[in-house]
């Protein structure tokens, strides 16, 4: 199970990486811009993770 939430909650951070380092060995530009909403994709993904350990433990008590 929770293998599952960290793979579902970072599913966009890894797939923001993917696509700049595409774009990245293409050299076009924009590959900065995939690696930004990766960080930020990152953090939501941080995030998600809080709420779920913290919907976990409400669920305990």
Do not use: D
Request: charged share 5%; with cysteine; hydrophobic share 60%.
């Amino acid at each position: 199970m929770l293998a599952w939430v960290l793979l579902v909650a970072n599913m966009p951070t890894i797939v923001c990486t993917i696509c700049s380092a595409f774009l990245a060995y293409k050299e076009r530009p924009q590959w900065v811009w995939f690696a930004g909403l990766a960080v930020l994709a990152g953090i939501g993904g941080l995030l998600t993770l809080g709420v779920v350990h913290a919907q976990q433990l409400a669920w305990r008590a």
